[in-house]
């Protein structure tokens, strides 16, 4: 359930963006970040570290640094 949390809170962020920048597809690219982000965390091995990201918003905003930017 927590992943279900954290995306919810990502689909909330994104809709808020969404809505300020005028985009109606805030929700997907918010989505879309979510899933690539945790492609990229898998594929470096870092599985354990995902459950804490709905826990941990430095921990996920460091992880949104490393791979998405």
Do not use: P, Q, V
Not at 8 to 26: C, I, L, N, V
Not at 35 to 47: N, V
Not at 48 to 56: I, M, P, Q, R, V
């Amino acid at each position: 359930m927590r992943f279900e949390e954290l995306l919810e809170k990502e689909k909330r962020a994104g809709h808020a963006e969404g809505y300020t920048e005028g985009h109606s597809d805030g929700h997907a690219e918010c989505e879309a970040d979510m899933l690539r982000l945790i492609s990229k965390m898998i594929e470096a091995g870092e599985i354990d570290k995902l459950k804490l990201l709905s826990e941990d918003a430095e921990l996920l905003n460091e992880m949104r640094k490393k791979y998405l930017n």
